[in-house]
């Protein structure tokens, strides 16, 4: 076994050393030099450094911080990035799913395949959380028909219900939270959004390429009323390059011609742009009545550019870029807009809009303005007041039970009319001026050209006379004063006039030969599928249509400017008349009476709007 070596020097050792030097042996010297321990590192060292200096003292003690501190900066920037990858990976690798309503779930498409239609799209990411968006193709005509856009708003509902955080949520608080109408659901992703993060394809076109297509880019604002309150010329965080941030696109598009219903929600969606801080534009590419400047001046023009249309999605409310159209009035003005916007709220909303959007085009602008000074001439001069009486008929029956099947007597019109008539010429303390009710006058419009001369009536001022709609009865009894009995005749088809009213059928039979406008069959639904493709009206079917809708404007302009109106409330029309009016004189002081029942003033009529 070998011996252990100690390499520690004893004392024993240093004696002996020390006193063989005694001799003067310089061998020993030497030996007993190299003998002695090593030198103390605190001690300067005794090896030449070559002429160079020492460093100095502060950047010694620097050196030493920067060798214990860098390892630890090296290490938390390792997991800083580590972390960002994770959380950035996270966010923008997603699995595909196309959204299909026969499926329990959804049919993954795989890597970046998407549908050749409009549909929701379910994004699963990397930590298995599911978000979706809205895909709409770049390829498709635009807009879209009026049933694509309720199919999506009724497909986002399925496919939000189960991916929502308020599944998991209980009691009446957090119930009312998520049905409330400014609920945002953090599960959905915007359609910019998921195209900025290339989950779903860039539109290849620029947003410059939707100048003049759409109404409310690059026009003249129109002088006049406007609404009190913010301008949408004033859009936060726009300027004239740059996209809007935020906006809200109405489509001039359904099924249903009657002019009531479209411009409630035109006015209505006005208002609520307004009230959003959203750039409002309007679509008038597929409109039944051709374009929205014959008939309007332009609408208040926004600071910002257009959105490009794959960003304008129907649903859900709080998407950057909403659509409004008839076809999805259901989720944007349904029940949790009612309860947001209780019936004054609705009526400042539509108020909002028609300030600013009811400026008619010349020359029917000019005419307007005559008639109205020429009514205050005749009538107002002399102390008289005006009584708007209108009178709807066609396939627009009351909502009150007793003549739901029918209409309204027009007695009872003539009834309120003088009663209103009567309470104008009435001072405070109970006197009847009769010389007031003398020079009143009852102004009558109606869509029912036989309303005109019935004896209740017949009494009545128009409202205008500058575009009249003639029964078959009034065309064939001016035909027959026409014609000279002693000439031959070419036969001709029978005349068919504006008879009882305003009708779909009727309506969209305009413009065409006599038996195939007999045999028309209109939908009922909007998403029926003889909607579904899209025609555009002959010229000869636009004109008319243009009459008809002039005339109604004409129409509605002289009654807002009554010191009343009679009318029935299950009309559009009369809802309309009575935010024409204003809240003060319409609700406040009772200048605008219903006769249809007892129903009170409300917006939008839900469901298949029939007629004016």
């Not at 939270?177 to 394809?201: M, T, W």
């Amino acid at each position: 076994m070998l011996p252990k070596i100690s390499t520690r020097r004893t004392l024993s050792s240093r004696s002996s050393i020390s006193s063989d030097s005694s001799d003067g042996s310089p061998t020993r010297s030497i030996n007993s030099f190299l003998d002695t321990p090593p030198l103390s590192p605190a001690l300067p060292s005794i090896v030449p450094r070559h002429g160079k200096k020492p460093p100095p003292r502060r950047l010694r003690t620097s050196l030493r911080f920067l060798k214990r501190v860098l390892p630890w900066v090296v290490g938390v920037a390792a997991a800083v990035g580590l972390l960002w990858m994770v959380v950035h990976s996270a966010r923008t690798r997603y699995n595909i799913r196309n959204y299909s309503p026969n499926n329990a779930g959804a049919r993954v498409v795989g890597g970046d395949e998407l549908p050749d239609e409009p549909t929701p799209v379910v994004l699963v990411d990397l930590r298995g959380r599911t978000k979706w968006t809205v895909y709409i193709p770049e390829n498709l005509a635009f807009p879209l028909a009026p049933h694509v856009y309720a199919e999506l708003c009724s497909e986002t509902e399925d496919i939000a219900a189960p991916l929502s955080d308020c599944k998991d949520r209980t009691g009446a608080k957090a119930r009312k939270a998520c049905s409330s109408y400014y609920h945002v659901d953090n599960s959905f992703v915007d359609a910019k959004e998921a195209q900025d993060r290339g989950l779903i394809p860039k539109p290849k076109g620029s947003s410059k390429d939707l100048a003049g297509k759409l109404i409310g880019k690059e026009t003249v604002r129109p002088k006049g009323r406007y609404s009190k309150g913010e301008d949408l010329n004033q859009t936060k965080g726009s300027d004239a390059g740059a996209v809007c941030e935020k906006s809200l696109t109405y489509v001039l598009e359904s099924n249903d011609p009657g002019l009531g219903n479209t411009l409630m929600g035109l006015w209505m969606a006005y208002g609520l742009a307004l009230k959003e801080h959203r750039a409002f534009f309007i679509d008038d590419r597929r409109w039944a009545y051709g374009k929205y400047a014959t008939y309007f001046r332009p609408p208040p023009t926004p600071s910002c550019r257009p959105p490009p249309e794959t960003y304008r999605l129907p649903c859900p409310h709080h998407a950057r870029h909403l659509l409004v159209s008839a076809a999805t009035f259901k989720w944007t003005f349904g029940p949790a807009f009612d309860v947001a916007f209780p019936q004054k709220k609705t009526f400042a909303l539509l108020r909002a809009g028609y300030e600013a959007l009811f400026h008619l085009a010349d020359p029917d602008a000019v005419y307007l303005a005559k008639r109205i000074e020429k009514l205050n001439t005749e009538v107002r001069a002399h102390g008289g007041a005006i009584v708007g009486v209108h009178v709807r008929h066609g396939d627009q029956h009351p909502w009150e039970y007793q003549y739901q099947h029918s209409y309204t007597p027009l007695e009872k019109y003539v009834d309120v009319a003088k009663a209103l008539i009567a309470q104008f010429a009435t001072s405070k303390n109970g006197t009847t001026d009769t010389g007031k009710v003398g020079e009143s006058r009852i102004v009558l419009a109606s869509d029912d050209p036989d309303v005109y001369p019935s004896t209740e009536l017949s009494f009545a001022l128009h409202a205008q006379d500058q575009i009249v709609m003639a029964s078959k009865k009034q065309l064939d009894a001016a035909q027959k004063t026409l014609r000279n009995p002693s000439v031959y005749h070419k036969f001709t088809d029978e005349n068919t006039g504006w008879e009882g009213g305003f009708f779909r059928s009727v309506f969209w039979g305009l413009g065409k030969p006599a038996k195939s406008a007999r045999s028309l069959q209109v939908p009922a639904s909007i998403n029926s599928a003889a909607v579904r493709g899209y025609a555009p009206p002959n010229e000869l079917a636009l004109q008319l249509r243009g009459l008809i809708i002039r005339a109604y404007l004409l129409d509605l302009g002289v009654l807002a400017g009554s010191e009343g109106v009679v009318c029935g409330v299950s009309s559009s029309s009369c809802r309309l008349l009575a935010v024409m009016m204003g809240w003060e004189n319409a609700m406040a002081k009772r200048r605008w009476r219903n006769v249809d029942g007892s129903f009170a003033w409300r917006g939008l009529k839900l469901g298949p709007e029939q007629g004016l």
